[in-house]
């Protein structure tokens, strides 16, 4: 695959590469050869596209197809080459004589490659420059040619753990001297727990079974009371050390893993908010509040509790396989018999238990999701009196949920006797072969009592590491993900060196504008608009032609595909995201409130206004009067959706939120819908206060809203297809005109902009 | 895409009356043809052409699924280049002989939902689940992400769609051999 835009080639097999060469005609060049993964008739086959600048070819992967009459097309018999999305899979058609024919099929894995193939064959039949640009999604880990989970996504599989374990690291290296600390003090933990046994051995074999030996092994003492007295003192000195250092480390692990997890989020939230809309328009809300509270919890978890865990075990497994060779290598070695037995049958039995650990939790959270839903649309659920249905739908839920409990653990308890089974054999061997030893003594009773104590020690731990396999794996996808979006890059990001832009006159220019959601179904097509300062424009048309997508640039929510679009001249692209930002106010149909009171909701944007400010503000959106009878005023506290406010005050709040932003263009979108004639005129003079002077973009369905308009611009299925004031548009006798009779004859009340005498028309003047 | 097509005649848009718009107030719809009054047939071989018996021709439309996977088989729409119903098909057995091939045949065309009939593996990993299965057109491999992807629509009826978009369905997984069955069962 070339990076140039005027050919694009994939790797053809030899045979069909033979093949083509053959077919070439004398002079004639490949432009474009791409493989598919459906066949014409549906199946998921290889097929090949062959483009020259002269006709198109289709091939099958062992070269078979292109001799065949209908498997080629010369440009000369075609007029035009498009996509067609259909479901499931796509196609490309060309346009003979005046029918459409399919030229190859594609599933939608491969969409937008052949969105840019389309693009080319079109240009070629048209004899236009070629230009094919555009990303094609990786699909596919480049290392291991794995599926991606999802297009340029990261490879779970190749995500090493160690790298991540490094990444995680480096955010505690700020905490460098108390990581040294911790691990010093598990050091010394270690050391401390294995004193006890060793303590007990001498205890039993010079002071219990043979007190002459203290004697003479102790010169200085010569009592055994006198010695055991030591001892004891000892043991229980190393017992309260190690009592103390478990508290001092424990308290570290987990101010320490807090501190990194506390790093972790606010890198992640951070990049949560820069991230572009096309980044969210992708993903569920619900997964990505997921990775904030879940992941990061599974990561703290895992750093608090499972690392020191690991680190302090492992020492002591060192440590007390250390000491169990030096004792006896006999007797070590008849000991880890069992181990491998407890790592196979755990392996076999893990397998199971994930399984049934999975069903569970898929359950529970399909549980949840339900309850969830329930409550956030309780209001549905009475209004349609569905709360049987909704019980008996939990009820079964729910009795899912024990199946799949009693399931895991069912299978949870078999592993666990299993393992305590395989670990009390070891033991079995051990008095066994060690009792031998004592009678034969060869062995001393005190060594056969650490041996046995440091067993357990040993075996405990050896229990649990199977579990912290899975924990450190959810700990790590959890990793996984919440880096994944740290490391995404905002798609709309500044340029190096944007272009300051404090003051703007808010001259908007759309030329040849382009645009997709989705690569391969673009939404935008041709849109040239060049709107003066000041100027108001009406956007109208049927739903779903685009208005909202073309507000969406101008925010620059999204980058355009192609053409420019500029703000006073300058291309919208190198204008700091800030500047333009705060050059724009945007007041939608549905808006968002956060938390907080009236005021403090109103003063969103400048925070430093003052609630004189807010209520002028306020008393130019015409949503004064009703705030200030509400019990609590100003300070009314407005939940996230602002539930406690009506549709029309909701739309209101959200104009003297613009007001105080004081914006240079302003965005309507659809501000004015669902409200009653009354609160609509009350809004519309708000508008019309809000709109003095400003550039603005005004959306609305009912067309009598859009009678101050300067010019209105009628989009059709993403195409601008009238502009013009409303007098013009209406003697077009076009889409407007259509527009404006249905809506005429179904709606009497809403006269619209061409009738003078109207009524509604003098209502400006009104301020109530 | 069709801008070099001739254009039917119209029907309903120079009549407000049956212009629907988001004024609230409803005007009587207009009734699309049904079944016994239409006839649907090639021509040519690559366009799709309507005809309302004695009365007019729209020269190119496109049938729909209503409800493609609950009712693959009935509820049939016929929209025009400006996606307006022209004609609704309850019953596909309520067509002649050849409208009604023409018509599966578009469907068949439009909606692309393989059959699983052997799940090969299922391997999940960090919430997102790779499967290797062999469909009634052949033999895939895709990748799934997130429970809300994988939808029973019955007991035993599985949906799919892939991370790209693709579609695949169980019809009914129990009937698949015991290995396919197995693998569905535990990781589904
Ligand atoms: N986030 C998105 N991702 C993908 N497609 C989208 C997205 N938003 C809108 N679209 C599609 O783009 C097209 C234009 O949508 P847009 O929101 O601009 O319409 P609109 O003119 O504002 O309609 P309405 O009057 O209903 O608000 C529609 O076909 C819509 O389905
Ligand atoms: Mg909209």
Known sequence: MTDNTTTYEERMPDALADRCREALREGESVRIAAATDLTEDLRFEERWLVVTDQRLMRFEANGAGAANGNATIEFSDAKSAAVEELVGSGRINVVIGNEEVEVIRYTPSERAKFARIARGIDQLIKKEPVNMQGEVDRTRCDRCRRLLPEPNGICSACTNRLAMMRRIARYALPFKGRLALMVFLSLLFTLAELGPPYIMRIIIDDVLVEPGAAEAGDATTGDPFTFLYLLVGAYAVVRLVSFVLEIFKDRLSVWLGGRVIVSVREDLYENLSRLSMKFYNKRQVGSLISRVSNDTESMMWFLVDGVPYILTNLLLLVGILVLLFVTSWQLTLLVLIPIPLLVIGGGFFWVRLIRAFRTKYYRWGKLVGMAGEMLSSVRVVKTFVQEKREMRRFRSSNEGVFQGDYESEK?????????????????????????????????????????????????????????????????????????????????????????????????????????????????????????????????????????????????????????????????????SLEDLRRQIGVVLQDSYFFSGSVAENIRYSSPDASIEQVMRAARTANAHDFICAKPDGYDTQIGENGKELSGGEKQRIAIARAIIHDPRILILDEATSSVDTHTEKLIQEAIANLVKGRTTFAIAHRLSTLRRADRLVVLDAGKIVETGTHEELLDMKGHFYRMVETQRASTAVMAVGGSRGDPNRDANGHKS | MSGEIEMPEEPGVDAPDTFEFETGIENAPVEPYQAHEIRVFRAPAHTVRMTVTGERSYIRVRPVNASPMAHSDRYVSLLDIKNEEVAFIRDMNDLDEESRKVIEEELAHRYLRATIECVHSIQMEYGVTYWDVTTDRGKREFVIRGHENTHWASDTRLLLTDVDGNRFEVIDYTQLDPNSVRLIETNV
């Open chain 1, 411 to 575: 299978e949870a308890a078999v592993f666990f006797s299993t393992v305590s089974m395989l670990t009390s054999s070891g033991l079995i061997l051990v008095w066994f072969y060690g009792g031998s030893a004592v009678i034969d003594d060869t062995f001393t009773p005190g060594a056969l009592m650490m041996f046995i104590a440091y067993l357990w020690m040993m075996y405990e731990p050896l229990r649990w590491f199977g579990e912290l396999n899975t924990w450190s794996s959810r700990a790590m996808s959890g990793a996984e993900k919440v880096f994944e979006i740290v490391d995404t890059p905002a798609e709309t990001e500044d340029l190096d060196d944007p272009v300051e832009m404090k003051d703007v006159r808010g001259e908007v220019e759309f030329s040849d504008v382009v645009f997709a959601y989705e690569a391969g179904k673009p939404v935008l097509h041709d849109i040239n608009l060049h709107v003066q300062p000041g100027e108001m424009i009406g956007l109208v048309g049927k739903s779903g032609s685009g208005k909202t997508t073309m507000t969406n640039l101008l925010c620059r929510f999204y980058d355009i595909d192609e053409g420019g679009l500029t703000i006073d001249g300058v291309p919208i692209r190198d204008i």
